[in-house]
């Protein structure tokens, strides 16, 4: 069964500090891996999309990387900002099937 | 602009009434998605309309669920006789091209459905 779990499922950490969110998945056969945050209220929005050839990929203070041998993603997050405060989600695309597995998300807490 | 927009952003329905969620997606993007979100779970996929192809509705979860895209462009979300556990965020996307390689989907800020 295709499924992507994530860890922690919450996090908090203070302002300025680094984190790391995990992302394992086992689907078959794999197209890409995209991390999306969603805001409390709001729509998921694109953070990274990487491709199976790809085992890292940034996008400002986000870095995310890609196993493909271990099926294993992680998203770390440098000097970590209050509006970074929100749920991170990691989400496969399953070879031509445009049916995306979504992970359940990481709610993560920054604090003052 | 704009993004992705959906209507209402709140919806509170009696159990067994019916209700309609809208969604208009970008200008000129060719996919559209509906995708329902319960607390605490990942994205459940519920439809998707590509350009005039039929719809793929594999993702809904009963006969009390329907959609339509007029013109291609705006959708609604219909579901009819609506159950306590229909209550959830449903959420609209769209992109495009086919969503399943790199396309990227850009999502609307969803509609919030309390069934009481």
């Known amino acids: 069964k295709n499924q992507v779990e994530q860890s922690p499922q919450s996090l908090i950490i203070l302002e300025g500090k680094n984190c790391t969110l995990q992302c394992n998945y086992t689907v078959s056969p794999f197209s890409n891996l995209r991390w999306y945050k969603q805001d409390t209220g709001r729509g998921p929005v694109s953070l990274t999309i990487m491709t199976f050839s790809e085992n890292t990929k940034s996008n400002g203070r986000y870095t995310a990387t890609l196993d493909a041998d271990t099926k294993q993603s992680s998203l770390h997050i440098t000097a970590s900002q209050l509006s970074d405060s929100a749920s991170y989600i990691c989400v496969v695309s399953a070879g031509s099937n445009y049916q995306l597995i979504w992970g359940a998300g990481t709610k993560l807490i920054i604090k003052p | 602009g704009a993004g992705v927009s959906q209507s209402p952003s709140n919806k509170v329905t009696e159990k067994g009434k019916d209700v309609e969620l809208r969604c208009d997606p970008i200008?000129?993007?060719?996919?559209l998605y509906w995708y329902r979100q319960s607390l605490g779970q990942g994205l459940e996929f519920l439809i998707y309309?590509?350009?005039?192809?039929?719809?793929?509705k594999s993702g809904l979860p009963s006969d009390r669920f329907s959609a339509e895209r007029t013109g291609g462009s705006v959708s609604t979300l219909t579901i009819q006789r609506t159950q306590q556990e229909d209550s959830a965020v449903y959420l609209c996307a769209s992109s495009y091209l086919r969503g399943g390689g790199s396309q990227e989907q850009f999502f609307g800020p969803g509609t919030r459905l309390t069934v009481l």
């Open positions: 309309f590509q350009g005039n192809s039929a719809p793929d």
């Open positions: 200008s000129g993007h060719t996919a």
